[in-house]
């Protein structure tokens, strides 16, 4: 004799909340509203998730897990490392399609920050990150796209921190929208890195 069928899956539940949480934020967020958006009953919630909190940290953790297979889905769409970088860069922030909402995302890490099974998480996902972009940077070394005396652990921390900072600043002077303003920082970060020697005497003369 089998269970009833599950009906939809977590991984549906998880996306509807993230959704919900673009449009009111993780305090507002209630199981009543993912539930409507997810077309169950909040008691579904309850049963597979325990509380607010344990869909937070399901999401989370769903996030964290899935992270690696994000990086190099990436890789495989690029046939050079340098736009897969950009495409890494955006897709990271693509939720944000507007201020509101990247204010929305802002204040869910700001509860990654203090709550202890947020944080193991996020870190996971950061430090993914961080190793995705490092291993793209090393990539366009050995292709020469970058110069051979490229620190691109070093470079790697920049990059992420521009990811960061891009969305904050285009939330706050609404410029353009977070993709080109995210390509655009990390081509001019990059540039000092791809022009050659001869060329960068050439301009200087």
Same mark, same amino acid.
């Given at each position: 004799m089998t269970g009833r069928p599950r009906g939809i899956d977590d991984a549906v539940i998880l996306q509807r909340a993230a959704a919900v949480i673009g449009r009111v934020g993780p305090a507002k967020l209630t199981l009543a509203a993912v539930a409507a958006e997810a077309g169950v009953v909040p008691a579904t919630l309850i049963q597979r998730f325990g509380s607010k909190h344990g869909l937070l940290v399901a999401l989370a953790e769903r996030s964290a897990r899935g992270a690696n297979e994000a990086f190099e889905r990436l890789r495989e769409q690029h046939a050079a490392p340098l736009p897969a970088l950009e495409a890494l860069a955006v897709e990271s922030m693509a939720p944000m399609t507007t201020p509101e909402i990247f204010a929305n995302h802002l204040a869910f890490l700001c509860m990654d920050l203090t709550d202890p099974r947020l944080h193991e998480h996020a870190l996971v996902i950061h430090e993914a990150q961080c190793a995705a972009i490092r291993s793209l940077l090393d990539e366009a070394v050995a292709r020469a796209d970058l110069r051979a005396e490229t620190d691109t652990a070093g470079l790697a921390g920049s990059i992420q921190a521009i990811i960061a900072g891009t969305g904050l600043?285009? /939330? =706050?002077? &609404? *410029?353009?929208? @977070?993709? *080109? &303003? =995210? &390509?655009?920082?990390? &081509? /001019? @970060?990059l540039s000092s890195h791809t022009r050659s020697d001869d060329n960068r005497n050439s301009e200087a003369s």
């Amino acid at each position: 004799m089998t269970g009833r069928p599950r009906g939809i899956d977590d991984a549906v539940i998880l996306q509807r909340a993230a959704a919900v949480i673009g449009r009111v934020g993780p305090a507002k967020l209630t199981l009543a509203a993912v539930a409507a958006e997810a077309g169950v009953v909040p008691a579904t919630l309850i049963q597979r998730f325990g509380s607010k909190h344990g869909l937070l940290v399901a999401l989370a953790e769903r996030s964290a897990r899935g992270a690696n297979e994000a990086f190099e889905r990436l890789r495989e769409q690029h046939a050079a490392p340098l736009p897969a970088l950009e495409a890494l860069a955006v897709e990271s922030m693509a939720p944000m399609t507007t201020p509101e909402i990247f204010a929305n995302h802002l204040a869910f890490l700001c509860m990654d920050l203090t709550d202890p099974r947020l944080h193991e998480h996020a870190l996971v996902i950061h430090e993914a990150q961080c190793a995705a972009i490092r291993s793209l940077l090393d990539e366009a070394v050995a292709r020469a796209d970058l110069r051979a005396e490229t620190d691109t652990a070093g470079l790697a921390g920049s990059i992420q921190a521009i990811i960061a900072g891009t969305g904050l600043s285009w /939330a =706050l002077d &609404r *410029q353009g929208t @977070l993709p *080109q &303003r =995210l &390509r655009h920082e990390i &081509r /001019a @970060l990059l540039s000092s890195h791809t022009r050659s020697d001869d060329n960068r005497n050439s301009e200087a003369s």
